[in-house]
Nanobody
Framework: VQLQASGGGMVQAGGSLRLSCAASGSIDSINVMGWYRQAPGKQRELVATITSAGSTTYRAPVKGRFTISRANALNTVYLQMNFLKPEDTAVYFC???????????????WGQGTQVTVSS
C-alpha cells in the first residue's frame, strides 16, 4: 500500500492550489483520510480530515479557505486551498488509515510530502 501526493507548487498570496493523494495497492478499506503540514522549524500539524462517510474537520486557521474531499471509488483525497496566505507555506503530507486485504486492522500510511509555497 502506498499514497502518492501531487499538486503542490508556488503561488502568490490570495491564490489557490489543489492537492491530490491517491492510495494504491492491496486495499480492503480506507477509514479516515487527512492532510498534515510541516513548516520549516515547526512540528507537523493536522490540517483537515475526512471520514469515509464524508464528515470533515479543519484546523481553525484554514476554516473557510480550505476544503477537504474524497473520491472513495478512486481511493483519493483532495485538499482545495483558496485564499492562500504566506503562513500556509509548508510541506503538505497526506495520511490515511488503511486496511490491507487479509489484514484485521486499519494502519496509518503516509504519502510523500508536497511543497506548497505562498509568496506575499
Amino acid at each position: 500500500v502506498q499514497l502518492q501526493a501531487s499538486g503542490g507548487g508556488m503561488v502568490q498570496a490570495g491564490g489557490s492550489l489543489r492537492l491530490s493523494c491517491a492510495a494504491s495497492g492491496s486495499i480492503d478499506s480506507i477509514n479516515v483520510m487527512g492532510w498534515y503540514r510541516q513548516a520549516p522549524g515547526k512540528q507537523r500539524e493536522l490540517v483537515a480530515t475526512i471520514t469515509s462517510a464524508g464528515s470533515t474537520t479543519y484546523r481553525a486557521p484554514v476554516k473557510g479557505r480550505f476544503t477537504i474531499s474524497r473520491a472513495n471509488a478512486l481511493n483519493t483525497v483532495y485538499l482545495q486551498m483558496n485564499f492562500l496566505k504566506p503562513e500556509d507555506t509548508a510541506v503538505y503530507f497526506c495520511n490515511a488509515a488503511i486496511r490491507s486485504v487479509g489484514s484485521e486492522h486499519h494502519l496509518p500510511y503516509w504519502g510523500q510530502g508536497t511543497q506548497v509555497t505562498v509568496s506575499s
